[in-house]
């Protein structure tokens, strides 16, 4: 099953797999990678912002198959030390990432038009950034999956609360996984910690949810996880597009 996102609407055998998927869950996450990776083989991929959660796993997936498919958007503002850690995970799991830059012309002509800060101006400017930093490549980057597994969980804030192990993906015509969604906060740096896999030093400075640069900053202890991205921003949606448009089947 390959994702046609001329024809959105999940088809029967789609429906069928994400109930079988969801039943799989139940006996964990790498179960769930292992059952994706068994029936899709590399047609399914792991979309990483090499956050906490993309860590537990990419090291998870390699484990399954060391060659694995695993993607970054590089945004072209992510911090340094994201790119160490993508730099490490090279040299350490001896794999290489899928890397999705934004069309150039349309970075060059948003820039040209508002800006390089035009996130900050206005929430439709902020969409717009994202939209072309991140939600159109991701739309590239999923051409032709069959699913793609995101690091999703339940507890990173009260939007993702609903969020289910399986889902289809209207947006992309795709199936949707989110192996962690129950897992709590101290399962992953447990998990971690355990299996000596590397991990973005700004966690380290206070960064809980990591994306690009100039949109992301270190929370106090006690505030909402998420409220380090685009902390600007009042009574909004703390959401880039890429999470938004996913229908539970
Ligand atoms: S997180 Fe900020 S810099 Fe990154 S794509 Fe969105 S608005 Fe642009």
């Known amino acids: 099953m390959k994702?046609?996102?001329?024809n959105a609407d999940p088809t029967n055998a789609d429906r069928a797999e994400i109930e079988r998927l969801n039943a799989v869950a139940a006996d964990g996450a790498e179960a769930l990678l292992g059952a994706l990776v068994e029936r899709h083989g590399r047609a399914v991929k792991l979309a990483s912002s090499l956050g906490a959660e993309d860590q537990v796993l990419s090291h998870m997936l390699l484990g399954i198959d060391p060659r694995?498919?695993?993607?970054?958007?590089?945004?072209?503002?992510?911090?340094q030390e994201t790119y160490d850690l993508m730099a490490r995970m090279m040299s350490r799991y001896r794999m290489h990432y899928e890397v999705l830059f934004p069309s150039a012309g349309a970075v060059q002509e948003m820039v040209r038009d508002a800006g390089p800060n035009l996130f900050y101006a206005s929430v439709e400017d902020r969409?717009?950034?994202?939209?072309?930093?991140?939600?159109?490549p991701l739309r590239r980057a999923l051409g032709g999956a069959a699913a793609w597994i995101t690091g999703l969980r339940r507890a990173q804030s009260p939007d993702r609360s609903g969020t289910p192990f399986v889902e289809w993906d209207d947006g992309h015509g795709a199936i949707k996984a989110n192996p962690l969604a129950d897992w709590p906060d101290d399962q992953v740096w447990d998990y971690?910690?355990?299996h000596r896999v590397p991990y973005n030093v700004l966690h380290d400075?206070?960064?809980?949810?990591?994306g690009c640069a100039p949109c992301t900053r270190a929370i106090a202890p006690?505030?909402?996880?998420?409220?380090?991205?685009w902390w600007w921003e009042q009574d909004t949606a703390k959401e880039c597009g890429l999470h938004v448009s996913a229908n539970v089947v």
């Open 3 to 6: 994702a046609d996102p001329t």
């Open 68 to 79: 694995a498919s695993i993607f970054v958007l590089d945004t072209g503002r992510l911090h």
């Open 127 to 136: 969409h717009r950034c994202c939209g072309v930093r991140k939600v159109e």
């Open 192 to 194: 971690l910690r355990a």
């Open 205 to 210: 400075r206070g960064f809980v949810s990591i």
């Open 222 to 229: 006690g505030e909402d996880p998420r409220a380090g991205r």
